[in-house]
């Protein structure tokens, strides 16, 4: 009952048999358990789950950050699990994209620092970076605050150079974990607009690791972590249609 | 500049007090060791002077069996065996109660000595009244040490030996040619040798009697052999250059104790620039992570810490060399008068600035904080990718190692009583005590924190309740931040004792070990 995929392409991710164990000491946890998965060019995948599921957890191994107990990642057609750190390390470097749920940015440097960060390390010209840069600032509305340091921004305009960041050097896909997770309600719906609109216009990949309900509303796909196994969901513009969800 | 290097220099900016600690310990340790390094130049170059003037332009030397010849050896070897460029010395040292200096004494002949020590101007084409010279107490002084010291032609010197004073007539004025000349004779009181003899308490006997002997090899073994026969018992002749080589011993086993010293303050420099790298390191862990999550490489992470550490270690060298030079001039003084009072007579008031000696101490001091950052490099590199901040897992870590940090601690400090009780002997393993000290304190850190932590808890408690409580227990849980600074506030602290201390007990190992080898000498 998947959703129909914007594109026809080989899948820009597929996980399969995915299992990931912590070891506690003596005993072990098993937060992954043979879950597998594959998202499509350009879909907007929301990730639900109660706390401790294990979406951080999802989400570590799809950018490389962790490896799998067993099981393979395969990302636009490479193996993460057959890369050494370092490599694993430079693929993050152009193809992802990071919102996390708070201290998201750094803070020695300014705005419009943070922003260039990624595309100094994937190598851009300098002056088109930085044209790149207020461009995508601009675009978040923070066209007037390219030298402020991170502390001097509210919770939610840091989160706005987040995605700003997150976008800039043009990744395969955004992770974001808990974007709005310590924001007001207001702010929080901005800021998920901000990236819908963001990742729709540029044709990226979203995986949104959130509580929020109200991200489903924008969602391609709804999938919910549970027992170690994903659930695939109708997301709210089809269980809209199809009348209320038994949920 | 890379954003990586911006942001680096930015957290160093914004944390004074903390780079302010490191650059100081490389200061610190470098100054000592370049302050050192250069007065050990000076004060060796005066004693080569010295030792070179007194032995002159001789070949060889005719010397007696407890440190005196009789009158009579030089009268013999001249005379019968006919050894002619040959000139008799008596030597001693004396105070002058004008000034308060020690001078050499040296009592020559004038008609024989001008061929081995021309510079004193007693040959022909002097102007030394000879009559008063050979008949009267009268002596010779450098010129720029008599005018120093404010004294004119046939003013009356006292000179004091062995507490009895002696007054002696300031006949004649050395014109040093050269500045190599001037340092030479800047100490050196110049009298008739029976002079001498009345001074220093030796009548009827010379120190010394200097041959200029031929450089052929065959002439010279003749010559030899006619003067052994000449030689009464005891009585030796010797290279020149023996007396060199004894003094040369000296300054090496001097030059070794105060390299130890200095290298010494070096490594506690370098324990202080890991002290503070570390505790960067583990403030900026979830920094670090952010960035190794955006896709910043171990690598690069490594090297923004090592090129951090290279700044300060820019920074504090650079100031350590200066602090060094001046250290320096204030510690020549030091070294010269210590040794002056007891064996020699030197002038090392002028401080020789190598320019050697000034690199090697800047090598040092960057090198070594670039090794003793590689450790907290290496750390950086290790912190966990994190897309949230996770610090909690650290913590423990040092929580659980305490105890055994602690262990190891005592042990370390055990082993440099252990090597302090022990030796007394070789100043290398004191050195290596002291180490050993230093490492166990700093070892036990942790585990003293964490006891005054807990002790504190109920105090605080009563106290202030829950936040005093809390308090308490956050200085525990931020183990790894706190212990660390405890530990370079520590070190900080014994540094600032340690170069007190010795500055101070400077003279002290200096006598002491100066008479521990005179005895050894005698
Ligand atoms: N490094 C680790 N070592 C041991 N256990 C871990 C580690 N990281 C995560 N876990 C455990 O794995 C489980 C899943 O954690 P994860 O952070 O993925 O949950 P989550 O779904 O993101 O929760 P939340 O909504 O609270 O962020 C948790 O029980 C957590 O304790
Ligand atoms: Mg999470």
Redesign the interface.
């Known amino acids: 009952m998947s959703a129909a995929s914007p594109s026809s392409e080989s899948p820009v991710l597929a996980l399969q048999g995915i299992t990931k164990t912590y070891s506690e000491g003596p005993s072990e946890r098993e937060v992954l358990q043979d879950l597998s998965l594959t998202i499509d060019r350009g879909e907007s995948v929301v990730l639900m789950g109660r706390s401790g599921a294990g979406k951080?957890t999802l989400?570590?191994l799809v950018?490389g950050?962790d490896l799998p107990t067993s099981g393979q990642i395969v990302v636009d057609g490479t193996d993460l699990t057959g890369l050494s750190?370092?490599e694993r390390?430079?693929f993050?470097?152009?193809n992802?994209g990071?919102v996390?749920?708070?201290?998201?940015l750094?803070?020695?440097?300014t705005v419009i620092?943070n922003v260039?960060?990624?595309l100094?390390?994937?190598g851009a010209s300098l002056e088109g970076a930085r044209q790149q840069a207020q461009e995508v600032l601009a675009h978040v509305g923070l066209g007037d605050r390219f030298d402020s340091f991170p502390d001097r921004l509210s919770g939610g305009e840091q989160q706005r150079v987040a995605v700003a960041r997150a976008l800039a050097h043009d990744p395969l896909f955004v992770l974001a974990?808990e974007p709005t997770g310590n924001l007001d309600y207001e702010t929080g719906q901005q800021v998920l607009a901000l990236l819908d609109d963001l990742v729709r216009e540029t044709g990226t990949t979203l995986l949104v690791a959130t509580h929020d309900r109200e991200a489903l509303d924008r969602a391609d796909r709804v999938l919910h972590l549970r027992g170690g196994v994903l659930h695939e969901e109708l997301p709210n513009f089809l269980a809209d249609a199809a009348g209320p969800s038994p949920e | 500049m890379s954003l990586l290097q911006r942001s680096s220099l930015r957290y160093l900016t914004r944390h004074p007090w903390l780079m302010g600690l490191s650059v100081l310990g490389v200061a610190i340790g470098v100054a000592v060791v370049v302050s050192i390094d250069l007065a050990n130049g000076s004060a060796q170059r005066a004693f080569e002077l010295s030792a070179e003037t007194v032995t002159g332009t001789a070949t060889h030397q005719v010397v007696g069996a407890g440190g005196a010849l009789d009158d009579d050896v030089y009268r013999r070897l001249r005379v019968d065996a006919g050894v002619r460029p040959s000139a008799p010395v008596v030597e001693g040292y004396a105070t002058l109660r004008r000034g308060d200096r020690t001078f050499q004494v040296i009592g020559i002949d004038p008609f024989t000595d001008a061929l081995f020590r021309p510079y004193l101007g007693t040959g022909a084409g002097g102007n030394l009244d000879l009559g008063s010279f050979m008949t009267q107490d009268a002596a010779l002084m450098s010129a720029p040490t008599a005018r120093s010291l404010g004294l004119a032609l046939g003013d009356t010197l006292r000179v004091g030996v062995e507490g009895t004073e002696h007054p002696v007539r300031l006949v004649g004025r050395i014109e040093p040619d050269d500045e190599r000349t001037r340092r030479a004779v800047a100490n050196l009181l110049v009298v008739d040798v029976s002079t001498a003899q009345r001074l220093l308490d030796m009548s009827g006997r010379l120190s010394r009697i200097d041959l200029l002997l031929p450089s052929d090899n065959e002439a010279q073994a003749a010559a030899l052999s006619r003067i052994r026969t000449a030689l009464p018992d005891g009585a030796q002749v010797r290279r020149s250059d023996t007396r060199t080589e004894t003094v040369e011993q000296m300054t090496r086993a001097f030059e070794l104790n105060l390299t130890a010293l200095s290298l010494l303050a070096l490594v506690v420099g370098a324990f202080l620039i890991y002290n503070t790298m570390t505790f960067s390191i583990v403030q900026r862990r979830g920094l670090i992570g952010r960035l190794r999550a955006l896709g910043v490489t171990k690598r690069q992470v490594f090297g923004v810490v090592l090129g951090e550490a290279a700044l300060l270690g820019v920074v504090g060298t650079g100031i350590g060399v200066l602090l060094g030079i001046v250290l320096a001039s204030g510690l020549v003084q030091l070294l010269a008068q210590t040794i002056n009072d007891l064996y020699f007579v030197v002038q090392v008031s002028e401080l020789s600035i190598s320019p050697w000696i000034l690199a090697k101490g800047a090598l040092l001091g960057v090198g070594t904080t670039l090794v003793a950052a590689i450790p907290p490099a290496r750390e950086a590199t290790n912190a966990p990718v994190s897309t949230v901040l996770r610090r909690s897992t650290q913590e423990t870590n040092v929580k659980d190692l305490a105890p055994r940090l602690a262990g190891a601690g005592l042990g370390v400090g055990a082993l440099g009583v252990l090597l302090l009780a022990v030796t007394e002997q070789s100043i290398v393993v004191s050195y290596l005590a002291l180490l050993c000290l230093l490492g166990g304190a700093a070892l036990l850190t942790p585990l003293l924190v964490m006891g005054v932590a807990s002790a504190a808890r109920p105090l605080f408690d009563r106290l202030f309740g829950v936040i005093g409580r809390m308090a308490a227990r956050g200085v525990v849980t931020s183990l790894s931040r706190t212990g660390v600074a405890i530990a370079a506030l520590m070190v900080a602290v014994a540094a600032t004792v340690g170069v007190g201390l010795m500055i101070d007990s400077f003279r002290g190992t200096v006598e002491d070990w100066l008479t521990q080898s005179l005895q050894a000498d005698v």
């Open positions: 951080s989400l570590n950018s950050i750190e370092t390390t430079l993050r470097r152009t992802i990071f996390f749920q708070s201290f998201n750094i803070s020695t440097l620092e260039l960060l990624p100094e390390l994937a974990d």
